[in-house]
């Protein structure tokens, strides 16, 4: 059975940092992308970083460059996120997805290309 499970999220200060983890099991990352969408009450759906299979590319959305990083282990068939400087508008519900990688450099922000869904982590920043 495919899955993803999403792990790290909670409450923390304005300025702070959060890393989420997201583990795969039941296939392996080596053959999929990876994306972080996150989602607040009232806002659709909103794509974060993306991370090839094999971690050589990554798609960042203007809301948070500079200030999230995405990494992937192989070994461990897990994908991070790494979040600092954390804002309110930071705040929603936080969930990786995947899909086979057909071209390397293909790792869009669109929630409609992904199709394998994890159960979300909250992520709340505030003071």
């Known amino acids: 059975q495919l899955q993803l499970v999403e792990s790290g999220g909670g409450l923390v200060q304005p300025g702070g940092s959060l890393r989420l983890s997201c583990a795969a099991s039941?296939?392996?990352?080596?053959?999929?992308?990876i994306g972080w969408f996150r989602q607040a009450p009232g806002k659709e759906r909103e794509g974060v970083p993306s991370i090839s299979s094999r971690g050589d590319y990554t798609n960042y959305a203007d809301s948070v460059k500079g200030r999230f990083t995405i990494t992937i282990d192989n070994a461990k068939n897990t994908v991070y996120l790494q979040m600092n400087s954390l804002k309110p508008e930071d705040t929603a519900i936080y969930y990786c997805?995947?899909?086979?990688?057909?071209?390397?450099?293909?790792?869009?922000?669109?929630?409609?290309?992904?199709?394998?869904w994890g159960q979300g982590t909250q992520v709340t920043v505030s003071s």
């Open positions: 997805a995947a899909s086979v990688q057909e071209f390397d450099f293909l790792i869009p922000l669109i929630a409609d290309e992904y199709y394998y």
């Open positions: 039941g296939f392996t990352l080596d053959y999929y992308r």
